[in-house]
């Protein structure tokens, strides 16, 4: 069976440090992968999606960076978190015409 | 890209019938239209997909008028568990090697009243 796996589920974290959020895909190949965040009482904001292994396209500039280190993982980082930084993190998998979605990180830096 | 617009939020009442409409003006040909569900600290989650007329699965019914350019989300007899945001999603099929961004509306909030 198709799964998105995305971890860790909440994370705190200081102002000035780094970001590494993780999420893979197992039961497909060759997915579209895409990174949102929602601040609180917000929509989906979509920051980064890739087609494939090291091509990243990016939505929104700003204080993040996202690798496709192999087929089905897809991480997103920071050098440097800022307070705004905060929000819930959510990765989606692309399969037919829509997306299932991990169950989220809700990052808080403090 | 097919821009959507739905209303920011709705309040209903326990088993009453909720639609939820959005707009999708410049849909193209080959666009379908798909509705998720998310409660708080969740992804969202799929409920109903179409590309025209209506059609229902166990939880939800989609209409689809014949110009495509809005869709209605039908929620039968809702409960207290319904109350949650829900987004329409346009977007086409992937073609080999192409991406598609998937752009979300704001999402309607509906809110079930006991």
């Known amino acids: 069976s198709q799964t998105i796996h995305q971890w860790p589920a909440t994370l705190v974290q200081p102002v000035g440090s780094p970001l590494s959020l993780e999420c893979t895909v197992e039961g497909t190949s060759n997915p579209n992968l895409y990174w949102y965040r929602q601040a609180a009482g917000r929509g989906l904001q979509l920051l980064f999606y890739s087609v494939g292994i090291g091509q990243i396209s990016s939505e929104v500039p700003q204080n993040l960076s996202a690798s496709r280190p192999q087929d089905r993982q897809f991480i997103l980082s920071s050098k440097k978190l800022l307070l705004s930084d905060s929000g819930f993190y959510l990765c989606?998998?692309?399969?037919?015409?829509?997306?299932?979605f991990g169950q989220g990180t809700r990052l808080t830096v403090v | 890209l097919a821009k959507t617009t739905q209303p920011i939020s709705m309040d209903s009442y326990e088993g009453q019938e909720v639609n939820i409409t959005c707009s999708h003006n410049?849909?193209?040909?080959?666009?379908?239209i798909t509705w998720y569900q998310q409660f708080p600290s969740q992804g969202p989650r799929f409920i109903i997909q179409?590309?025209?007329t209506k059609v229902t699965n166990e939880v939800a019914s989609l209409f689809i008028p014949a110009d495509r350019k809005s869709s209605t989300l039908s929620l039968p007899r809702v409960s207290l568990s319904d109350t949650a945001v829900y987004y329409c999603l346009v977007g086409a099929l992937i073609s080999s090697g192409s991406a598609r961004q998937l752009t979300f509306g704001s999402g309607t909030q509906l809110t079930v009243l006991p």
């Open positions: 179409g590309y025209k």
């Open positions: 989606a998998w692309r399969r037919g015409v829509g997306a299932f």
């Open positions: 410049n849909i193209a040909t080959n666009d379908y």
